[in-house]
């Protein structure tokens, strides 16, 4: 087992994971942005050493400072968390030829995973059902449109490098399609310095899920169930659940039969999520990520199981500390994402916390990292919060949600919470009736 790991986040997940770390009995030393000297995470831990000034890019994607920083304090191993550089394959080589365990896959998996049409055709040969679509890039019209023309409009055109809902636009009919490829090429280019796009059908209504699964080091994968994380705004996730209420428990083990096979298969290492559209009883493979999720917290509340003790012990050559069959799934869970933002318009909302209170009680957990009196710096994204509630079925978990979102108080700043609050006794939600348009579609009414 690591005598010591270096925590290379901030915020609620560096708090989560440090929070692991101690459980096991492991040092921890977390870096940290001159702006988040005054972070919860950094009192917490053992050791911390500074490594630049506010922009991510100095700081917390600066990989020579972080290198420095576990040989100064003879770290042996770094959890990236998520965001900042838990998928960059090359700071996973980099610790690796420094004799530092990357709490993560290898950087092979990460860098064809990363690439997203190299990741639908291995989705695909390891018999991952996916999007229809072109097989590789698409650069001319010509070839977009035949392509179209088989698959059928409407059809979305995706950046292979993109990310965080970036990159991707949708062509109605085939008059769209030569506009929508151009400057979903150019912004591609833009945003990510390769401009590389493919087409794929465009799903009106699909849910997006996702499953949860884990390579144990051994070649053996195991799946934790799926989550569903359909109610998303601007392509970004704002509330998940799990398990899905659109599964059954004969559909869940389908899919995850097949995804944990194919983790197995690709030799897989440590936590990944394979994430689909699910449309029609039907899953399409979209993207696979490789790191522990923001949403992770749902799973683990209905499995009992901490998926960081998991990801530090497969790192460290110990394994998982379960089989599939002593994975069980009890209940449900849902988490709200609670950012620092105008419940109406989303636009940040930095400045200091005067008061911050949060719920209790059977069910609740919380992961933040504020505190009362904090100052949210604004130079990193806005989430804050999560609260996670869980219940013995949908229904008692939707009645402790409710009763908790009412103990919740931020002072001093705008949040997300009023927004649950709504959701939370919308019939619609109540039923599990939603779509990954819904939010969007309820917001622009509300307005
Ligand atoms: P990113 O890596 O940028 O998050 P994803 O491929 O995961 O991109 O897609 C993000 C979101 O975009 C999905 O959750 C879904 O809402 C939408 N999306 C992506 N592909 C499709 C598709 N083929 N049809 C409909 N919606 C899609």
């Given at each position: 087992?690591f005598?010591?790991?270096?925590?290379?986040n901030?915020?609620?997940?560096?708090?989560?994971?440090l929070?692991a770390?101690?459980?096991?009995?492991i040092?921890?030393?977390?870096?940290?942005?001159?702006?988040?000297?005054?972070?919860?995470?950094?009192r917490?831990?053992?050791?911390?050493?500074?490594?630049?000034?506010?922009?991510?890019?100095?700081?917390?994607?600066?990989?020579?400072?972080?290198?420095?920083?576990?040989e100064?304090?003879?770290?042996d191993?770094?959890?990236?968390?998520?965001?900042?550089?838990?998928?960059?394959?090359?700071?996973?080589?980099?610790?690796?030829?420094h004799?530092i365990?990357?709490i993560?896959?290898?950087?092979?998996?990460?860098?064809?995973?990363?690439?997203?049409?190299?990741?639908?055709?291995?989705?695909?040969r390891?018999?991952?059902p996916v999007?229809?679509?072109?097989d590789?890039?698409?650069?001319?019209?010509?070839?977009?449109?035949?392509?179209?023309a088989?698959?059928?409009?409407p059809?979305i055109?995706?950046?292979?490098?993109?990310?965080?809902g970036?990159?991707?636009k949708?062509?109605?009919?085939?008059?769209?399609?030569e506009i929508?490829?151009?400057?979903?090429r150019?912004?591609?280019?833009?945003a990510?310095?390769d401009?590389?796009?493919?087409?794929?059908k465009y799903?009106?209504?699909p849910?997006?899920i996702?499953?949860?699964?884990?390579?144990?080091g051994f070649?053996?994968?195991?799946?934790?169930g799926?989550?569903d994380?359909?109610l998303?705004?601007r392509?970004?996730?704002?509330?998940?659940?799990a398990?899905?209420?659109?599964?059954?428990a004969?559909?869940r083990?389908?899919?995850g039969?097949i995804?944990?096979?194919?983790?197995?298969d690709?030799?897989?290492?440590?936590?990944g999520?394979?994430?689909?559209?699910?449309e029609n009883?039907?899953?399409?493979?979209i993207?696979?990520?490789?790191?522990?999720?923001?949403?992770h917290?749902?799973?683990?509340?209905?499995?009992?199981?901490?998926?960081?003790h998991?990801?530090?012990?497969?790192?460290?050559?110990?394994g998982?500390?379960?089989?599939?069959?002593?994975?069980k799934f009890?209940?449900?869970?849902?988490?709200c994402?609670?950012?620092?933002?105008?419940?109406?318009?989303?636009?940040?909302?930095?400045?200091t916390?005067t008061?911050?209170?949060?719920?209790?009680?059977?069910?609740?957990?919380v992961?933040?990292?504020?505190y009362?009196?904090?100052?949210?710096?604004?130079?990193?994204?806005?989430?804050?919060?999560?609260?996670?509630?869980?219940g013995?079925?949908?229904?008692?978990?939707m009645?402790?949600?409710?009763r908790?979102?009412?103990?919740f108080?931020?002072?001093?700043?705008k949040?997300?919470?009023?927004?649950f609050?709504?959701l939370v006794?919308?019939?619609?939600?109540a039923?599990?009736?939603?779509?990954i348009?819904?939010?969007?579609?309820?917001?622009?009414?509300?307005?």
């Amino acid at each position: 087992m690591f005598q010591k790991i270096l925590i290379a986040n901030r915020g609620e997940i560096a708090l989560r994971v440090l929070r692991a770390c101690k459980e096991l009995g492991i040092q921890t030393v977390v870096v940290h942005s001159t702006a988040d000297a005054d972070a919860m995470h950094v009192r917490l831990a053992d050791e911390s050493v500074c490594i630049g000034p506010p922009p991510s890019r100095d700081s917390y994607l600066n990989i020579h400072q972080i290198v420095a920083a576990c040989e100064i304090t003879g770290a042996d191993a770094v959890h990236p968390g998520y965001g900042f550089l838990s998928e960059n394959a090359k700071f996973a080589d980099i610790l690796v030829a420094h004799n530092i365990t990357f709490i993560g896959p290898s950087g092979d998996h990460i860098r064809i995973m990363g690439d997203k049409i190299e990741a639908k055709r291995t989705a695909k040969r390891l018999g991952i059902p996916v999007v229809p679509g072109s097989d590789g890039a698409v650069t001319d019209e010509k070839e977009a449109k035949r392509i179209a023309a088989e698959i059928g409009y409407p059809v979305i055109i995706k950046a292979s490098a993109g990310g965080g809902g970036r990159g991707m636009k949708v062509a109605l009919t085939e008059a769209d399609l030569e506009i929508a490829l151009q400057t979903a090429r150019s912004e591609a280019g833009a945003a990510f310095g390769d401009d590389a796009v493919y087409i794929e059908k465009y799903l009106q209504k699909p849910r997006h899920i996702e499953v949860q699964v884990f390579g144990d080091g051994f070649g053996r994968g195991v799946h934790f169930g799926e989550r569903d994380c359909s109610l998303q705004r601007r392509h970004q996730k704002v509330w998940e659940e799990a398990n899905s209420p659109a599964l059954n428990a004969e559909e869940r083990s389908r899919i995850g039969g097949i995804c944990a096979k194919a983790i197995a298969d690709l030799g897989y290492s440590g936590a990944g999520t394979i994430e689909f559209l699910y449309e029609n009883g039907e899953f399409y493979f979209i993207e696979m990520n490789t790191r522990l999720q923001v949403e992770h917290p749902v799973t683990e509340a209905i499995t009992g199981i901490d998926l960081v003790h998991e990801q530090i012990r497969v790192a460290s050559g110990g394994g998982l500390s379960v089989r599939q069959e002593d994975i069980k799934f009890n209940g449900h869970a849902i988490e709200c994402r609670i950012n620092a933002e105008d419940p109406r318009t989303f636009t940040p909302s930095p400045g200091t916390i005067t008061h911050f209170h949060t719920p209790g009680g059977l069910g609740i957990r919380v992961d933040s990292g504020v505190y009362s009196g904090y100052k949210i710096p604004p130079y990193y994204d806005s989430l804050i919060g999560k609260l996670i509630v869980h219940g013995r079925n949908r229904v008692e978990c939707m009645m402790r949600l409710r009763r908790a979102l009412d103990e919740f108080v931020v002072d001093g700043i705008k949040t997300t919470l009023p927004l649950f609050r709504d959701l939370v006794g919308n019939a619609d939600i109540a039923n599990g009736d939603y779509d990954i348009h819904w939010l969007e579609k309820y917001l622009a009414k509300e307005e």
